[in-house]
């Protein structure tokens, strides 16, 4: 079974810029898998950030942004700021109905 | 207003069965891909299900053969029905209307439904 890999931290200074990915135990990551990315704060529902690879959900700020580098996934914060800190996840459709998550990024500005 | 508002959480011993629904406003479940995601406490998102417009349904290998998604058109609600609960599915279950076959955005969410599973 394929899995969605994200990385398990990151860390970023006030007003820098990180990028996280989305890839695949096997195989690349494309604009066909229709990547989205959703930030959650704890005992929130998620929020929807970035779908089909980047494009920005309404009311999401600019310094948010998605694309494909190299073989997987991304989303870039560019100028992070304090209320940014949060878990962000990706999700992937598969094919046949099926979609699925990365196991998310826990995203600490300091 | 766009809205979804899951019910129908609670306290369930193993083996037992629980429904969900998500009561949508704003919009025709009937139109649009809906999905189940659920999450477990402390851990990430893991996608369930999803209804098509059409009425195909897929599942996670994790639920299939026990969880059974639909919908009711004339209320606008989608449900879950949950048999076999096993501690495992013991989580957060949010509802998402799913943006569809070029664009599979679950946007919205709804609050989520905690479901427990424990004898």
């Known amino acids: 079974q394929t899995v969605v890999t994200q990385e398990p931290s990151f860390s970023v200074s006030p007003g820098g810029t990180v990028t996280l990915t989305c890839g695949l135990s096997s195989g690349s990551v494309s604009s066909s898998y229709y990547p989205s990315w959703y930030q959650q704060t704890p005992g929130q529902a998620p929020r929807t950030l970035i779908y089909t690879t980047n494009t920005r959900s309404s009311g999401v700020p600019d310094r948010f942004s998605g694309s494909i580098l190299g073989n997987k996934a991304a989303l870039t914060i560019t100028g992070a700021q304090a209320d940014d800190e949060s878990d962000y996840y990706c999700?992937?459709?598969?094919?046949?109905?099926?979609?699925?998550f990365g196991g998310g990024t826990k995203v600490t500005v300091l | 207003e766009v809205q979804l508002v899951e019910s129908g959480g609670g306290l369930v011993q193993p083996g037992g069965s629980l429904r969900l629904s998500c009561a949508a406003s704003g919009f025709a479940v009937s139109s649009n891909y809906m999905s189940w995601v659920r999450q477990a406490p402390g851990k990430g998102l893991e996608w369930v299900s999803v209804?098509?417009?059409?009425?195909?349904?897929y599942y996670a290998d994790s639920v299939k053969g026990r969880f059974t998604i639909s919908r009711d058109n004339s209320k606008n609600t989608l449900y879950l029905h949950m048999n076999a609960l096993r501690a495992d599915d013991t989580a957060v279950y949010y509802c998402a209307r799913d943006g569809g076959a070029y664009n599979r955005a679950l946007d919205p969410w709804g609050q989520g439904t905690l479901v427990t599973v424990s004898s």
């Open positions: 209804i098509y417009n059409g009425g195909s349904t």
């Open positions: 999700v992937l459709y598969m094919g046949s109905g099926i979609s699925v």
